[in-house]
């Protein structure tokens, strides 16, 4: 198994922290982790991983060791996913995200379909605008490791989203998996199968009882479907 190094980087004047792990010289897998997570929520896919990728953990923006920021929203997310694979000199990579990772990555792979190799999608919620989530509490009611100045501005965007994120969908050109925890889940099977079914060439892929966290509640389940698709074709 391959160690991890942890590293920062400065993307437009603020420091961001990320995990890379494997051979600097194989293909390039980027992760993005759920709302409330950082890069470390990966270690055990990456430790898998590792041995054929190199695997790049981004601590998103409001998260993880990085520095905190004024404003939030998916978009400073998607673009901050840009900044992040320019400064390491990325042009193409494979890419996944978890539940709010997983909506960044679909607007970055809608924005920049060309940079995208293979997408893999973790029971995210579809940017179809539908949600009722209520607004949270202006302090945490227990301890946060992550800014939760984050949470409101996120879930605002859930509930109303930008109509053309749904409408860009089908701009997406990787090859595309979405994979989803079935009926313990909070995101319905339905709204999965209404995304994946707009994006050219996507495989849906259901792990039932595997709930919101599909990575860690059925680990080698969702291994398994994932190492078969990011095999080369």
Same mark, same amino acid.
């Given at each position: 198994?391959?160690?991890?190094?942890?590293?920062?980087?400065?993307?437009?004047?603020?420091?961001?922290?990320?995990?890379?792990?494997?051979?600097?010289?194989?293909?390039?897998?980027?992760?993005?982790?759920?709302?409330?997570?950082?890069?470390?929520?990966?270690?055990?896919?990456?430790?898998?991983?590792?041995?054929?990728?190199?695997?790049?953990?981004?601590?998103?923006?409001?998260?993880?060791?990085?520095?905190?920021?004024?404003?939030?929203?998916?978009?400073?997310?998607?673009?901050?996913? +840009?900044?992040?694979? %320019? =400064?390491?000199?990325?042009?193409?990579?494979? $890419?996944?995200?978890?539940?709010?990772?997983? @909506? #960044?990555?679909?607007?970055?792979?809608?924005?920049?379909?060309?940079?995208?190799?293979?997408?893999?999608?973790?029971?995210?919620?579809?940017?179809?605008?539908?949600?009722?989530?209520?607004?949270?509490?202006?302090?945490?009611?227990?301890?946060?490791?992550?800014?939760?100045?984050?949470?409101?501005?996120?879930? +605002?965007?859930?509930? %109303? =989203?930008?109509?053309?994120?749904?409408?860009? $969908?089908?701009?997406?050109?990787?090859?595309? @998996? #979405?994979?989803?925890?079935?009926?313990?889940?909070?995101?319905?099977?339905?709204?999965?199968?209404?995304?994946?079914?707009?994006?050219?060439?996507?495989?849906?892929?259901?792990?039932?009882?595997?709930?919101?966290?599909?990575?860690?509640?059925?680990?080698?389940?969702f291994l398994a479907v994932v190492e078969e698709f990011l095999a080369p074709q």
């Amino acid at each position: 198994m391959s160690s991890t190094s942890e590293r920062s980087i400065r993307l437009d004047g603020t420091v961001f922290r990320y995990r890379e792990t494997g051979d600097s010289s194989g293909p390039v897998l980027v992760l993005l982790h759920a709302l409330g997570e950082d890069a470390s929520d990966w270690d055990e896919v990456t430790a898998a991983l590792s041995n054929r990728y190199r695997v790049l953990a981004l601590d998103q923006r409001g998260h993880g060791q990085g520095e905190y920021t004024a404003r939030y929203s998916f978009e400073l997310m998607r673009d901050d996913l +840009r900044d992040f694979v %320019d =400064a390491l000199g990325l042009e193409q990579f494979s $890419l996944m995200g978890h539940s709010m990772g997983g @909506l #960044v990555a679909l607007l970055f792979a809608e924005e920049h379909p060309e940079r995208v190799q293979r997408l893999a999608i973790e029971d995210a919620a579809p940017p179809a605008g539908s949600s009722n989530r209520p607004e949270p509490p202006p302090e945490p009611p227990e301890p946060v490791s992550f800014d939760w100045r984050v949470v409101a501005p996120i879930r +605002r965007q859930l509930n %109303d =989203a930008d109509p053309a994120w749904w409408d860009r $969908l089908p701009r997406i050109t990787a090859p595309t @998996l #979405v994979v989803g925890g079935g009926s313990t889940s909070h995101i319905p099977h339905e709204e999965l199968e209404a995304l994946s079914k707009l994006i050219p060439g996507c495989r849906l892929v259901t792990i039932e009882g595997a709930g919101h966290e599909v990575h860690s509640a059925r680990h080698e389940q969702f291994l398994a479907v994932v190492e078969e698709f990011l095999a080369p074709q």
